[in-house]
């Protein structure tokens, strides 16, 4: 199994791009989390998917940042426009249905920088 | 609001020191409480705990949890430089498939 498949790995974009970020959940998995990590805060739940269907995207900064799931083996997190205070990792985790909270697999991460 | 909080934020100790890592937590609804272990990538798992004081072991790490104080701690013996990393502790929200909240992490640090 391939894991939880991230891209771009790295990315440098310039303060007022639109940023994509694209994760492919591990075969199976029906739960998608978008998380986010900084020195300052940690590692952040931004948004999170059940049967591709969004749960609670209360961690979602503002209205700068959307995630969609058309399918489930695919989502993407767009921040539109990007600033500077959005550098960050960005981390995609998957999960199947009834697994135990430690089944989390993450993905590698997006490292993404603002400049 | 659910929160867990470690400490230190950072340590840095010599290879075959003893370190003990600290996450308290308030979750309402309290499950489990998860350990991971991550370097220069994602987070890999090293614990579940769910029972108070049934200590789990892997190795030169271990663990435990005290459900009435709210607290677990992982030990780790005999440091290694491979050991340096950000230890993150973790807990579910609410109930079964849900999100993991996050403590801010340890950076240990193992130097020769």
């Known amino acids: 199994d391939a894991g939880v498949i991230q891209s771009p790995r790295h990315e440098v974009t310039e303060m007022g791009q639109e940023v994509t970020l694209r994760c492919k959940p591990i075969s199976g998995h029906n739960s998608l989390f978008w998380y986010r990590q900084t020195m300052m805060r940690g590692l952040e739940l931004l948004i999170y998917?059940?049967?591709?269907?969004?749960?609670?995207d209360s961690g979602m900064p503002e209205d700068r940042f959307s995630a969609k799931m058309p399918n489930a083996s695919f989502s993407t997190l767009k921040i539109q426009p990007s600033e500077p205070r959005d550098s960050a990792v960005y981390f995609c985790?998957?999960?199947?249905?009834?697994?135990?909270?430690?089944?989390?697999?993450f993905g590698p991460g997006t490292r993404l920088t603002v400049t | 609001e659910d929160k867990v909080v470690q400490s230190p934020l950072s340590l840095v100790v010599h290879e075959g020191d003893t370190v003990t890592l600290n996450c308290s937590y308030e979750?309402?609804?309290?499950?489990?409480l998860l350990w991971y272990k991550q370097e220069k990538k994602a987070p890999t798992f090293l614990f579940m705990l769910t029972s108070s004081g049934i200590e789990k072991k892997s190795g030169r790490l271990s663990s435990i949890l005290d459900k009435k104080e709210l607290f677990s701690i992982l030990n780790i013996t005999a440091t290694q430089t491979g050991d340096s990393a950000v230890y993150l502790c973790a807990a579910p929200l609410i109930s079964g498939n849900t999100p993991l909240v996050f403590g801010k992490g340890t950076r240990l640090s193992v130097i020769a």
């Open positions: 979750v309402t609804n309290f499950r489990s």
């Open positions: 998917f059940n049967n591709n269907v969004p749960i609670d």
């Open positions: 985790a998957s999960r199947s249905s009834g697994g135990l909270a430690y089944e989390q697999y």
